[in-house]
């Protein structure tokens, strides 16, 4: 995109600057992809250069060439499944990279895969900040067990700033829903359950810290009663 005379010196002022590293960490239905989008309108309403990227497994409402909020609002993007395609799709005066759904670069079935993903999506990252570019990743940090989901902590680990947002608890109404809760015809999904499950109202709420529930997750009481037992 042509970055019109008038905006040029706010445009070279931002890229005089280091790059940073944003991270959105919520849950769902928390407003990652609003915040996105509406950094998104403004960047490009301020004629600063800037892509939106997500993972393509994420078909849900109008499909992988859009970030789709719940809300209903979209905005256009491109879907790479590596960390790497994502990188040879930059533009050379791309300042922005606004990056959803970070938490499907994993896999849950090797181990040994995941690593590497995790690895080519830190380093892709730091490279993108390296060259002086604002990096906005949003994603799940946790998934419906509660525990790290993907790269996500990682990328936490290596953010310059972090930004949490929480959603209102489907339970018991609280504003501090920090936590996904994954329901399997209407009850909640045991411990055991795929850990990557394409979803949202059908199969997922928001739920706050005390209304989460996982049937069958370790249990602090079990495990500190067994090493007490040793
Ligand atoms: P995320 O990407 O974090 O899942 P979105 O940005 O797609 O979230 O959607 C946020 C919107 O979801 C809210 O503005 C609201 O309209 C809707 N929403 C649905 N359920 C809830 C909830 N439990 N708490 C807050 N917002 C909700
Ligand atoms: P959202 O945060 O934009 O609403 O999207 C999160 C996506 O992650 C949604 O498709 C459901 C999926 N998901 C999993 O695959 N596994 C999980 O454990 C959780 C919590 C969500
Ligand atoms: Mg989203
Ligand atoms: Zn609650």
Redesign the pocket.
């Known amino acids: 995109m042509a970055v019109p005379k008038e905006k040029r010196n706010h445009v070279e002022n931002l890229r005089g600057k280091d790059g940073k590293l944003r991270v959105i960490d919520?849950?769902?239905?928390?407003?990652?992809?609003?915040?996105l989008i509406t950094m998104a309108k403004r960047f490009e309403r301020s004629g600063i250069p800037t892509q939106a990227f997500k993972h393509p497994i994420d078909n849900r409402y109008n499909g992988p060439t859009t970030l789709?909020?719940?809300?209903g609002?979209s905005h256009p993007c491109e879907a790479y499944a590596h960390p790497f395609e994502v990188y040879q799709h930059i533009k050379p005066e791309t300042l922005v990279v606004l990056w959803?759904e970070a938490q499907f670069y994993t896999d849950p079935d090797d181990p040994h895969k995941a690593h590497q993903l995790h690895q080519a999506m830190i380093l892709t990252v730091e490279q993108l900040v390296h060259e002086g570019r604002l990096v906005v990743i949003?994603g799940l940090g946790l998934d419906f067990k509660g525990e790290g989901f993907g790269p996500m902590p990682e990328l936490l680990a290596h953010a310059s700033q972090v930004e949490k947002?929480t959603?209102?608890?489907?339970h018991c109404g609280s504003l501090d829903?920090d936590r996904t809760q994954r329901l399997i015809d209407g009850q909640p999904a045991p411990y055991n359950s795929p850990l990557i499950v394409v979803g949202a109202q059908e199969n997922y709420?928001?739920r706050c810290r005390d209304c989460h529930d996982v049937p069958g997750a370790p249990s602090f009481h079990d495990l500190l009663a067994s090493f007490l037992e040793e």
Do not use: I, P, W
């Not at 789709?68 to 809300?71: D, V």
């Not at 959603?167 to 489907?170: G, L, M, S, T």
């Open positions: 919520a849950s769902m239905y928390s407003g990652k992809t609003e915040r789709n909020s719940h809300s609002l959803d949003a947002l959603a209102v608890c489907a829903a709420e928001a």
